[in-house]
Nanobody
Framework: QVQLVESGGGSVQVGGSLRLSCRAS???????ITWFRQAPGKEREGVAM????????YYADSVLGRFTISPDRAQSTVYLEMNTLKSEDTAMYYC?????????????????????WGQGTQVTVSS
């Protein structure tokens, strides 16, 4: 059982930055932690994945170069640093966890691979 708690969402203007936090309990190096987002009327989209015990990271093309996922093992937290935000980044952001062996380069972005989810944090980007 993994409990995930997101924080850090809010409202920001286009071009601005936010940092989201996902605190995992327990934090395990065997897990993959992924940030997803879902905008109204759209499917849930994988944004960025981190192997909690390694340096392996994957990003969606839509955020590559703007978002950075990183761990803070001492704080049992995975961060999503979001820069140069666009209006299309507006969504509810969720973090999710699964065993590392269940996901890879070809399927990390599939919600059905994850058994543990946080409650979400809203990000709104306005012009």
């Amino acid at each position: 059982q993994v409990q995930l708690v997101e924080s850090g969402g809010g409202s920001v203007q286009v071009g601005g930055s936010l940092r989201l936090s996902c605190r995992a309990s327990p934090y395990s190096n065997s897990n993959a932690i992924t940030w997803f987002r879902q905008a109204p009327g759209k499917e849930r989209e994988g944004v960025a994945m981190l192997h909690a015990g390694a340096e392996t990271k994957y990003y969606a093309d839509s955020v590559l170069g703007r978002f950075t996922i990183s761990p803070d093992r001492a704080q049992s937290t995975v961060y999503l640093e979001m820069n140069t935000l666009k209006s299309e980044d507006t969504a509810m952001y969720y973090c999710a966890a699964t065993f590392w062996s269940r996901v890879g380069r070809g399927n990390w972005f599939l919600p059905e691979k994850y058994g543990y989810w946080g409650q979400g944090t809203q990000v709104t980007v306005s012009s």
